[in-house]
């Protein structure tokens, strides 16, 4: 079965300076992955999306994920953190043929102090 | 325009009483459906429909039935409401049924008492 791990409940972050969201997956394949953001009492927001094309993906928002096979790992990242970068971050993966059946992470929830 | 609106927004009943949330996009998308966000922020998907018919029914209990009138719209029906039942529910529309992109609505916050 396939499934994601977000490493960290929680981060804080300083405004400007960078940001790491961690993400391990369990495929027996390789999966698509993907990160979506929401934003307090909104719905939620792709950012990115990785189908074994490019390794290193990019997103809305200066966001970017890098797809490691080797470490089983699908890190967000982004260079400069901004205020309106708080926000929940979900770590998701779907099936082979799942008929977007997505299977979320259990979120990690992005602080952001000026 | 909101692409993929939910009414109500927030909703409080009691226990074993029936309610139904409502949902529409305007995206001209053909697959629609649920999730439960449950009160730690886990999302799980419900019911898919794709052009009206069903093609993901997780186990969810009976009580809940989803109901797709036309593609743009897919309702859900929650009878006897439960304690458990207390979530923020969230439809969703996508292009494509195989490419992982969903367009969320803001959600709709049940909760019973």
């Known amino acids: 079965a396939q499934s994601v791990t977000q490493l960290d409940s929680h981060v804080s972050v300083s405004e400007g300076t960078p940001v790491l969201l961690r993400c391990n997956y369990s495929?027996?394949?390789?999966?698509?992955l993907f990160w979506y953001v929401q934003h307090p009492n909104k719905g939620l927001q792709l950012l990115l999306k990785?189908?074994?094309?490019?390794?290193l993906v990019k997103g809305i928002n200066g966001f970017e994920a890098e797809f490691k096979k080797s470490e089983t790992s699908f890190h967000l990242t982004k260079p400069s953190a901004h205020m309106s970068d708080a926000a929940e971050y979900f770590c998701?993966?779907?099936?082979?043929?799942?008929?977007?059946?997505?299977?979320f992470g259990a979120g990690t929830r992005l602080a952001v102090h000026p | 325009d909101t692409a993929v609106s939910q009414t109500p927004k927030y909703l409080v009943t009691q226990m074993g009483n029936d309610k139904s949330i409502k949902c529409e996009q305007n995206?001209?998308?053909?697959?629609m459906y649920w999730y439960k966000q449950d009160s730690k922020k886990f999302l799980k998907i419900m019911f898919s429909?794709?052009?009206?018919?069903?093609?993901i029914n997780e186990t969810v209990p009976n009580r809940f039935s989803p109901k797709s009138p036309d593609k743009a719209h897919l309702n859900l029906h929650i009878n006897s409401l439960e304690l458990g039942d207390s979530a923020v529910y969230f439809c969703?529309?996508?292009?494509?049924?195989?490419?992982?992109?969903?367009?969320f609505g803001e959600g709709s916050r049940l909760t019973v008492l």
């Open positions: 969703a529309s996508s292009p494509r049924p195989l490419d992982g992109e969903l367009f």
């Open positions: 998701v993966v779907m099936p082979l043929g799942g008929y977007n059946k997505l299977i």
């Open positions: 495929s027996s394949y390789s999966p698509s």
């Open positions: 990785y189908t074994s094309a490019a390794t």
């Open positions: 429909y794709n052009n009206k018919e069903l093609i």
């Open positions: 995206l001209g998308h053909d697959t």
